[in-house]
């Protein structure tokens, strides 16, 4: 089976630079792919060195969402951005599922607008997979939405768990809340409810999890708001990146630790391997009828190539029928809450 | 000049156990250190090994604040607690400075009872150290606020920025706030609101930090909520921790990666430094009339000399006379927000 991947060139720190590459090396790696190149043409056209064809093809649009516009702007006077011919190549049934590294506000909003969310959930969640000593977890808001109620914390939980029994085939996936202490007695008033809510979903609830429980494989799906959940992801990258800098400083820092690096080459780029969050690039906007993958604004081409590869991972396993038919197997919770 | 550190001996998740080994440990080390175990005799007699003497004292308690206790009940009936002792000693001057690893919630509680606020202050605030690329920064609050105002977080800015001052002798410490993205309409209205108040402060206000920016040192001071605070902090702590785990893994894979980490090291050694968390503990409660230093309730030995260390330094340096004299001068400020 073919999958077809609608992805905007334009957004990101670096656009088609990035993204167009990352296209490139991906159709070239993966043979039962295509995707359609959305933006800007003469800036993309530079970096497609003439291999236009059948599995990739160039789909204009002639206006750029800019990374710090109001979502609301872009819906209204943007509708041909390549953000929304993107999603709207996915509403279409065009593409299988769309990519951006553009603004999340906004790409939240227009996938929203565009595609409609499931029933029973009012709004897109971000969902990334996380390493934890134990495997991965799911974690979910990721930057979406600043200000979440305790429905919103139940309703990505049952999305996550939904994500997970799809992808992973696991019936009852671990859940638990994201919080600042073990005990019940521990965190706001929303995560207070939310965990209220959690614990007579019928999820499997495993409760409260700190932000070094992440790490330790508490949950399978890990559910806090977005303002958290993107400021724990990031500073965790922010710290990945300063470890790997200080072991790179350490054995660069003379003649013999140089020697003693090449000796343990083998084994640090292995270990480097775990602290790279490239790797991990790509979260999904869960709760809409249809798939789009949101990469980080910074992404270089193998992180781009990575979000493209979650897309296209995602529409391949019909993830998205799977959610639904899931989420709406879930409708009495939603409707009680 | 001698101080003299109380410390709660029953808090945190391993009692006496550590935190009489710690206290005596650090009394060994430093000469012109006095400390106050305060807690159940019984309980802290069996690792004293007949020390005592001018410079280590037992005060018996004969009650404990237990970690998931809610504070208003600590306050009101634990009035004997190990705890609450540590705290009245400073209040009465015996102390200049007390230590807990023991519930965050009750600490704060009881300190601002019995010790009262600065001026202009509404709230304590944890204030500790992170490590960056360039240095570290002290980034407040980590867990003593689940909820704030805009307000809040200009105190907290101001507090951070006067201890920074005192502390490290700088004029106009950098001070930036958390948020899920650099640009001015990112964040919830709490945040926006605040990034308002800091710019009109006249503190030396950078704007938005993201969760990467705090260890890429994007400032020297960063104000955040207690509840996001606390989650950036321990994801921070649980993927270091991992890290460290895969690193041990991949060297002890097989007979050669174990020689290969032999030679490796005395480098390894100087990297797991900077992974280690532990030397960082220790977080000053900020706003009280008062030193109190918070350990984490999973602190070792090590770990838990390290906050002794931190409450004997601030107390050596006066800082709180300087943070008092800062905190006076901003008074304008303050009453205007």
Redesign the interface.
Known sequence: MTVTVAIDCMGGDHGPEVTVRAALDFVRKREDVRVILVGLEDKIRPFLMHVEGERISVRHASEVVA??E?PALAIRNKKNSSMRVAIDLVKLGEADACVSAGN??ALMAISRFVLKMLPGIDRPAICAML???TGHAHVLDL?AN??CTPEHLLQFGIMGASLVSAIEHKDRPTVGI?N??S???????V?KRAAELLKESGLNFVGNV???????GKAEVVV?D???G??????????????A???RQ??R?NFL?KL??L??LP??K??IM??DHRRYNGATLLGLKGIVVKSHGSADVFSFTNAIDRAAEEARTGVLARITERVVLQQPLLESA
């Open positions: 990374m710090d109001s999340t506000g390493p934890t000593v930057g600043v200000d994201l600042i202490g005990e019940d007695i521990k965190g706001n008033e995560v700190e932000g070094d429980g992440i790490y330790k806090c977005g303002f958290v993107n400021v724990a992801l990031k500073a965790s990258e922010g710290l990945a990146q300063m470890l800098t200080f072991l350490e054995f820092r630790t003693v690096a000796i343990a084994v640090l292995k270990f775990h602290v």
